[in-house]
């Protein structure tokens, strides 16, 4: 059965390259969001069994979403793919749920080790 | 340690410096252009720390500036005009300067030695000296042009514009701090006479002689400037009437003493000085305190010459010469 | 402001790869400093040159404030050259952390070494991600007394024709410093580089 995925960034090309990543035998249905609030609303009415989301996001960003998932126990995993790759960040985003931590540009097998890791492929 | 890729011949002949160390500082190559200025062998230094080759190096501060070379893997810089010189090496041109060592700019890049993935920091080293020795005297131009700005061509002492620019802003310090200023203004008495009789040559000579023998009279923080043809001026900062008043005496006496020797023949002049302290309330202007000097000036020459006047407090008008 | 030469997607691709460059610098810098730097999305506009001293002459009109600027080479005509510019009470707070003491050295060398490690950093991780590599000039130092940064501005950008104003904002925690990156770039490496996005873009 196809995994509802979400992928959420404000830049075309960042999505893109997250689709392009992702191994061929991967089955999932995509759906795309271009800031935080319009990644919120899709979770709150569908089920998302996966989301790549960036931190740096215009209306909500990042953070602002992890907290929302944690707060309103929306059920998902969440994989942050982000340009702000400091450690601090990283903590951060973790101690907010975060499946894992990818940073950008993405490469094709860390993000596939990662899904592997975790069972999503 | 051997870096085959270092042995190009381009590297020997290059006109610059290059120096290979590893991120403990110890040396893997410099090249000839090093050899020959520093006097030195690769072979005897190679595995040296470069700070105990180089005697003399700013070691803190290079230190950080090619720790920052490897933590960011960005170059990093050191131009001459902050600092001549990274690397004592002598030049062989000869400078006016006082400085024997080759100016310098420097550049360190990071590198990837090929064979083992060590992080290695390339330092360049270009010769800046003919802009070095080019921008002293290019500084020394501007100076003496500045200079030359704010002196009187003849007499050297300061001409009336730059004079008169610190006139406004000593009064403005004085009101600013309620420090008292004064002022005074003298002129040679009969210098008319004086160039008739001794010709402009000797005019001239004497306001020469004369600006250089009052200069020397005053204090370092005094203002001594020409105002006209044979009208000068000093500004006392941290003066008040009384003490100008002294000052003044002083020098008027000194003066009429003074004998000059202009083509064998003994020449002595005498001056009137008007002397009048900034009194914030009534001088608002610059203008106005000079006129207040001027109109004590008027009245020392009026009593008789070779003299001192103090501006009297109230007095406006010029007083009408008495026949 | 507009986006002059660039379609929507190059656009879209231009501030995404420099929001990555952004993220690489910032973390650069921020281990090198041993404090944290918040990244905050860099707004990114192509304009003209000519419009650039204006731009800049509101925001640092009154102050003290200085400008330092580098140039950048690199393959398949990237080239330019990148102005930073700030004001002077910012640049102290960043030299305390780079473990400058008062009087330790000129404060002209300190913004040069300041804005190298801002310039390079960013654009060195700006190259990586077109697969370019750059080489570049030393830095020169034009401070300012107040109120003439515009016509500074004019003499330096008069003779290129774009400008691609980044607005950088690097925020230290407990510090706010705030400086602006200017690149500048000349005609011909404006469209070498639309050629190298669609490259990009093409990919995907």
């Known amino acids: 059965m196809a995994l509802p995925v979400l992928i959420c960034d404000d830049s075309i090309l960042a999505r893109k390259q997250v689709r392009k990543s992702l191994p061929e035998s991967f089955d999932a249905e995509f759906q795309t969001a271009s800031n935080g609030l319009e990644a919120l609303s899709i979770l709150r009415t569908q089920e998302i069994g996966l989301v790549f989301l960036d931190l740096t996001m215009p209306e909500l960003d990042g953070v ?7 707060a309103e126990g929306i059920d998902c995993f969440v994989i942050v793919i982000s340009a ?10 973790m101690e907010l749920g975060a499946l894992a931590f990818i940073h950008k540009p993405v490469n094709e097998d860390k993000l596939q080790s990662i899904l592997k890791q975790y069972g999503l492929i | 340690m051997s870096h085959t890729w270092l042995n ?14 590893d991120d403990e500082y110890q040396i893997h190559y410099l090249n000839a252009f090093i050899e020959r200025h520093a006097s030195m062998q690769l072979s005897d230094v190679k595995g040296k720390s470069l700070f105990s080759v180089f005697a003399d190096l700013p070691e803190a501060w290079l230190k950080r500036k090619l720790m920052s070379v490897l933590d960011l893997n960005t170059p ?13 090496l ?67 002492v300061l ?123 009534q001088h608002l202007l610059h203008d106005d305190l000079i006129r207040c000097a001027d109109m004590a000036l008027y009245n020392a020459k009026r009593a008789g010459r070779n003299r001192v006047c103090s501006y009297l407090a109230g007095e406006t008008e010029y007083q009408k010469k008495v026949n | 402001m507009s986006t002059l030469g660039f379609n929507e997607e190059q656009r879209d691709c231009l501030q995404e790869i420099i929001n990555v460059a952004m993220g690489l610098a910032s973390d650069k810098l921020a281990r090198f400093l041993n404090t944290f730097v918040h990244l905050q999305v860099p707004s990114i506009a192509l304009v003209g040159a000519s419009h650039i001293p204006a731009e800049f002459e509101n925001r640092y009109q009154d102050t003290e404030a200085a400008l330092v600027s580098q140039g950048f080479f690199g393959n398949e005509g990237v080239r330019g050259e990148a102005i930073v510019l700030y004001q002077m009470e910012n640049a102290h707070k960043i030299s305390a952390l780079l473990g400058y003491e008062v009087g ?95 490259r990009i873009l093409e990919e995907y």
């Open chain 2, 76 to 88: 990093a810089f050191s131009s001459w005009e902050q600092r001549q010189y990274i690397f004592k």
């Open chain 2, 159 to 281: 001409n009336r514009r730059y004079w008169e620019e610190q006139l406004k802003q000593e009064i403005h310090r004085a009101q600013r701090y309620h420090h008292p200023l004064s002022l005074i203004l003298f002129d040679l008495d009969k210098f008319k006479d004086l160039n008739d009789k001794y010709g402009h040559l000797g005019g001239d000579f004497v306001l020469i002689q004369l600006a250089s023998f009052i200069g020397s009279l005053l204090r370092d923080s005094d203002l001594f400037g020409r105002y006209g043809g044979e009208e000068f001026g000093i500004i006392l900062p941290d003066t008040g009437l009384d003490g100008a008043v002294e000052v003044s005496e002083r020098i008027c006496q000194a003066v009429a003493d003074y004998p000059m020797l202009f083509n064998q023949q003994t020449i002595r002049v005498s001056i009137s000085m008007g002397v009048s302290e900034l009194l914030p309330k």
């Open chain 2, 90 to 156: 002598p030049h062989l041109r000869p400078i006016t300067s006082s400085s024997q060592y080759m100016a310098q700019n420097c550049s360190m890049l990071p590198l990837v030695s090929e064979q083992t993935e060590q992080p290695l920091i390339c330092i360049l080293i270009e010769d800046a000296t003919d802009a070095f020795v080019y921008q002293q005297h290019l500084s020394k131009t501007l100076i003496e042009l500045e200079k030359a700005n704010r002196q009187d061509g003849l007499t050297k």
């Open chain 3, 104 to 198: 330790d050295v000129s404060e002209i060398e300190m913004l040069t070494d300041i804005s190298s490690i801002l310039t390079t950093t960013f654009l060195n991780g700006l190259a990586d991600q077109i697969e370019n590599s750059l080489s570049y000039s030393a830095p020169r130092v034009l401070s300012s007394a107040k109120g003439d940064m515009s016509s500074l501005l004019k003499n330096t950008s008069f003779h290129w024709e774009h400008a691609l104003k980044v607005d950088i904002s690097y925020q230290l925690i407990d510090h706010s410093f705030n400086c602006d990156m200017i690149l500048l770039i000349p005609g011909e490496a404006v469209t070498n580089i639309q050629r190298i996005l669609d």
């Open chain 1, 64 to 70: 602002g979403v992890l907290e929302a998932i944690k």
């Open chain 2, 8 to 21: 190009s011949p381009i590297l020997s002949q290059l006109n610059s410096g290059v120096i290979v160390i």
């Open chain 1, 84 to 93: 702000d790759i400091q450690p601090e960040m990283k903590k951060r985003v």
